[in-house]
């Protein structure tokens, strides 16, 4: 059964520095993983798609990268703002659904 | 306009009730989803719907129930509300057909409180 885990559950950081968000998985066999964040009480907003058979994604200041022999992906945020402040998620996509870990509520203060 | 919306945006009902949640979504997309997030918890899957013939449960579809309109509809019935079905109710699309296999996308979210 495929589980998804997300460490460390809470970090809090001073604006401007750049940090690693990470996710890990115990069964190798999936299609894709994305990451989203989420502000509170609303909804996810999809940040990167990696695919099975890619390595990394980027986009502006983010930078996901996905090793499955290992079971891992990891978020890294460069430059970080309060307006990064969210709880981060890393669902698995498997045949037909996202298998959700607990995310990693991050604070980024001034 | 979002792509994906949800009504109602907030509910409150008591128990016993039957509730209708909505989901409605401009996509295009053939998947659709029906999620639901409890504090400190991931996301769990209720129901999943391919296209408007194929309705299929997911991990916790006990004391709920589905029907999918149209393609561009899907509703989430909870046929007589508990309390533990408290929670942020969250619908999700997605389509294989553009390359981007299964990226799912996000409605706002519905907040159901039964009292």
């Known amino acids: 059964k495929q589980e998804v885990t997300q460490i460390p559950a809470a970090l809090s950081v001073p604006e401007g520095e750049n940090l690693v968000l990470n996710c890990s998985f115990t069964?190798?066999?999936?299609?894709?993983l994305q990451w989203f964040r989420q502000d509170p009480g609303k909804g996810l907003t999809s940040l990167l798609l990696?695919?099975?058979?890619?390595r990394e994604q980027t986009s502006g200041r983010l930078n996901a990268s996905l090793d499955k022999s290992s079971g891992r992906s990891t978020l890294y945020i460069a430059a970080s703002q309060p307006g990064d402040s969210a709880t981060y998620l890393c669902?698995?996509?498997?045949?037909?659904?996202?298998?959700f870990g607990a995310g990693t509520r991050l604070a980024v203060h001034p | 306009d979002a792509d994906v919306t949800q009504t109602p945006r907030n509910r409150i009902t008591k128990t016993g009730k039957r509730i209708m949640l909505e989901c409605s979504q401009t996509?295009?997309?053939?998947?659709m989803y029906w999620y639901r997030q409890d504090p400190g918890l991931g996301l769990r899957l209720i129901y999943y719907?391919?296209?408007?013939?194929?309705?299929n449960k997911g991990e916790i579809s006990d004391g709920y129930s589905v029907s999918r309109q149209a393609q561009a509809k899907f509703s989430l019935s909870l046929e007589s509300a508990i309390p533990n079905q408290t929670a942020l109710y969250f619908c999700?699309?997605?389509?294989?057909?553009?390359?981007?296999?299964?990226?799912?996308?996000f409605g706002p979210g519905t907040r159901l409180t039964v009292l």
């Open positions: 669902p698995i996509g498997g045949y037909n659904k996202l298998i």
């Open positions: 719907s391919f296209d408007v013939k194929d309705i």
């Open positions: 996509k295009g997309h053939d998947r």
């Open positions: 990696i695919q099975s058979s890619q």
């Open positions: 999700a699309t997605s389509d294989v057909g553009t390359g981007v296999r299964d990226e799912q996308f």
């Open positions: 069964d190798s066999a999936i299609y894709n």
